[in-house]
């Protein structure tokens, strides 16, 4: 089905309908080869090789959405009182039923990501699919190679829990603070906090680095977003063992 170009890019989370009939007008969005400037243009999401600023773009019908969240934000769709993720995002995708993959604690930054792509979340936080977590640390307290061993064995946990198997790397450490990063395959909650916890060190802060094949921007500062790029979108597929395409 044919649609506007400046919908197609809006709704892929490129900008709002005005800041997307921008770009074109600029010039800066290619359709199969040739430079697309009327706005209005009809194109094919699925057939036509659309490039902004030279990059083929991605025009699932399902968005899929890159966040660097910031501290103090509530992972979830919506709170009647307090900030949420989606409260970042410009108003034409809060009027889509987006919604994050899995969550992080209100203090901590980073990665998350956000979709209307229910079977791709699903595929991701599956418990039988162990996709890494990366997470970068800073806690209070000395880490020793006991603490990576220990990770690496699970960590139990005061309620009664054992972790399953991670990965710490220690960075840093020092009489009172070390940072480490943390590859964990689960999501219990606030389980690296208990986690570290359970061996005698306090995180201080934490931020998620990956998921999956899925690595946080470092040019994407705290509290903005920008859509995923194609090869990301298809890897991400790949790690929730889902076919490129197969929902739209």
């Known amino acids: 089905m044919e ?12 900008g709002t309908r005005s800041g997307v009939r921008n770009m074109i007008r600029a010039g800066r969005v290619c359709v199969s080869g040739a430079v697309a400037r009327l706005p ?17 773009i991605c025009c699932k019908e399902h968005v899929c ?3 660097n969240k910031p501290a103090g934000v509530l992972s979830a769709s ?19 039923r987006l919604f994050p993959v899995g969550r992080l604690d209100r203090d901590t930054v980073g990665l998350l990501l956000i979709t209307d792509d229910g079977g791709l979340c699903h595929g991701l936080l599956s418990p039988g699919r162990h996709v890494d977590k990366l997470y970068h640390a800073e806690v209070e307290g000395r880490l020793t190679r ?48 208990r986690m570290f916890r359970a061996r005698g ?36 597929y790949a790690c929730a063992d889902m076919k490129y395409g197969e929902n739209d």
């Open 3 to 14: 649609k506007r170009l400046d919908r197609v890019l809006s709704n892929a989370g490129f």
């Open 40 to 56: 209005e243009m009809k194109v094919s999401p699925g057939g036509d090789e659309i490039l902004l600023d030279g990059k083929r």
């Open 65 to 67: 959405i890159m966040l």
């Open 78 to 96: 919506r709170d009647r009182a307090r900030e949420t993720v989606m409260d970042l995002l410009p108003e034409e995708l809060r009027k889509r």
């Open 146 to 193: 006991e603490d990576e061993e220990a990770f690496w064995r699970g960590i139990p946990l005061a309620d009664g829990e054992t972790c399953l198997p991670a990965r710490l790397e220690i960075l840093e450490s020092g009489e009172g603070r070390s940072t480490a990063r943390v590859t964990i395959t689960e999501g219990k909650y606030h389980q690296l906090k």
């Open 201 to 236: 060190a306090r995180v201080r802060y934490l931020k998620r680095l990956g998921m999956g094949p899925l690595l946080l921007d470092p040019d994407l500062p705290e509290g903005e977003h920008r859509p995923l790029r194609e090869e990301e979108i298809r890897r991400l």
